[in-house]
């Protein structure tokens, strides 16, 4: 199944003769369950037992896919992990095997897959990212059953602004990486039925034309399972939670020479079985102590 956000509507995406149609799940579910996306996944289980028996397909109407919101918009928690993946560990001057850096990206930050990305500054850097929500609520999280606890997965990207990331003696990961719609998100959230092996996708982004990250999610240094046992042997866990599982190597402030996003830039993202989405850059107003975005 693919659980959409469609204009601010949850949506089962279905195939159709001529391409993807939304059904409605209000609609369809004559009230069952709610129109509001956020609030079906405190009864996943059964919105997936229904949406695999009586979600009826001719129900689907076409769509607009710029009218895609983030799959999860309200999530209770947002965790996103950092050094996940050796060769991007390696570039970012972490040794290998590092344990996982955790931090949040603000909920505020969420944006739909496709969406115009204002820079706050001249120093603004991609971070693709496998992205999974939370099923239901979870505390010690055993790895047997990590996976039981997955609702679905989705695309993302840890936009990440540089300057006021590093400055100081203290890393500000959280709220560098949380300006308005720096965590786009989507087309959708897949089930894990939508997957061979949920484990191993192609993951990969490009920028205006270039690919610049390219990789499969079974070289994360920690995978999913062990993410949600970690996490929640400190905190608990909600429907709809969301874990950015970390980026692959590429990135642009580990290059030679640094390369950041600029005002006309378009950021293309990919994940095998999800799909894709695209951001567009604009210039953004001047901000004190950043370096301005330029034209």
């Known amino acids: 199944m693919r659980f959409a956000n469609l204009d601010g509507r949850a949506a089962v995406i279905v195939e159709g003769a001529s391409g993807d149609l939304a059904v409605d799940v209000a609609e369809a579910s004559g009230g069952r369950f709610p129109a509001d996306p956020q609030a079906v996944f405190s009864r996943w289980r059964a919105f997936c037992e229904w949406a695999a028996w009586s979600l009826d397909p001719e129900q ?77 609520e979870s505390s010690g999280v055993h790895p047997v059953d990590a996976w039981d606890y997955v609702a679905g997965i989705t695309l993302g990207q840890d936009l990440s602004e540089r300057t006021s990331q590093l400055a100081g003696p203290r890393p500000q990961f959280s709220l560098a990486k949380s300006f308005p719609n720096f965590g786009p998100t989507g087309p959708w959230l897949a089930t894990l039925s939508e997957f061979d092996d949920p484990s191993d996708l192609a993951i990969s982004c490009s920028l205006s034309g270039e690919t610049v990250q390219s990789a499969r999610t079974s070289a994360m240094i920690y995978s999913v399972p062990e993410l949600l046992v970690r996490l929640s042997r400190i905190c608990r866990l909600f429907p ?47 901000r004190d102590g950043l370096p301005p975005s330029g034209e």
């Open 60 to 136: 689907g109407r076409p769509f607009a896919p710029e009218d895609l919101g983030p799959p999860v918009p309200r999530p209770a928690q947002v965790f996103a992990i950092g050094v996940n993946y050796a060769a991007h560990a390696s570039e970012a001057g972490y040794p290998p095997e590092s344990a996982p850096v955790t931090f949040t990206k603000f909920p505020s930050c969420l944006a739909g897959p496709y969406c115009e990305v204002e820079l706050p500054s001249a120093t603004v850097d991609w971070e693709v990212e496998m992205v999974v929500a939370v099923a239901r």
């Open 240 to 286: 709809g939670d969301l874990v950015f599982t970390g980026t692959p190597a590429g990135v642009g402030n580990a290059r030679s020479p640094k390369r950041f996003i600029r005002p006309g830039d378009v950021l293309v993202s990919e994940l095998e079985g999800v799909g894709g989405m695209t951001q567009r850059f604009v210039a953004g107003p001047a």
